[in-house]
């Protein structure tokens, strides 16, 4: 099992330009989430969905938009870049209940800059 | 909301000694998951060891350990026998156990070196 796949591992993009982090889980997995990272910050949490055609927010949602049509995918949508959104990106996944629902697990990260 | 406080940026130790990592978080939540996540160099955020509320034993994996004080809120970590291979960011992270709030809070990180 691949288990969660980012894609890119890295971007730079001009302030204002619009692009998608892929976000894919090979688990079944019905929760997913987005958690960005700064220095000194911890992670924090973007969107999250506890399946498919359910999206929520969670702590830092602005500037990012999400959807989830299929079990699998999980992209996050930069609508408008912005210096304050360089960070590196968080993808996870976990059951909703059970065992299972007490870890995550955590694609690889996608760095990006923002200029 | 839940607040997880790591109160050590950055720590410390010789190779085959024994670190303790601080956490601690406010809840009022009786019912709730406690974490501690490994990052290093190459970015991957790794489980390390996790406890559940309600079980008054503390987790245990390997040289890893917790000293989980449910009355103090607190939940250190403890690395026995250092190993270089332990250098990473670490982070403690708290997730209630009710409802639909499958939402991760983590601390701000602490940052372990480990001298040969």
């Known amino acids: 099992n691949a288990g969660v796949t980012q894609t890119p591992k890295f971007q730079v993009l001009k302030t204002g330009q619009s692009m998608t982090l892929q976000c894919a889980q090979d688990?079944?997995?019905?929760?997913m989430s987005w958690y960005r990272q700064d220095p000194g910050m911890g992670l924090r949490l973007i969107h999250y969905s506890v399946g498919a055609g359910i999206t929520d927010q969670g702590e830092v949602p602005n500037g990012y938009n999400v959807s989830r049509s299929t079990t699998e995918d999980f992209p996050l949508r930069l609508l408008s870049a912005a210096p304050s959104q360089t960070s590196v990106y968080f993808c996870a996944s976990s059951e909703p209940t059970g065992s299972g629902a007490n870890v995550l697990t955590f694609g690889a990260g996608s760095r990006l800059t923002v200029l | 909301a839940q607040t997880v406080t790591q109160s050590q940026p950055e720590m410390s130790v010789q190779e085959a000694e024994t670190v303790t990592l601080s956490c601690t978080y406010d809840?009022?939540?009786?019912?709730?998951?406690l974490f501690w996540y490994k990052q290093p160099p190459s970015r991957q955020m790794i489980l390390v060891i996790r406890q559940e509320a309600y079980k008054q034993q503390n987790a245990t994996e390997n040289r890893f350990s917790v000293n989980f004080q449910k009355a103090a809120k607190s939940f250190s970590l403890k690395i026995s026998d250092s190993q270089l291979g332990d250098a990473a960011m670490y982070f403690c992270?708290?997730?209630?156990?009710?409802?639909?709030?499958?939402?991760?809070?983590f601390g701000k990180g602490t940052l372990l070196t480990v001298n040969p």
């Open positions: 992270a708290y997730r209630s156990a009710g409802g639909s709030n499958y939402k991760l809070t």
């Open positions: 809840t009022s939540e009786s019912d709730y998951y």
């Open positions: 688990m079944n997995h019905e929760y």
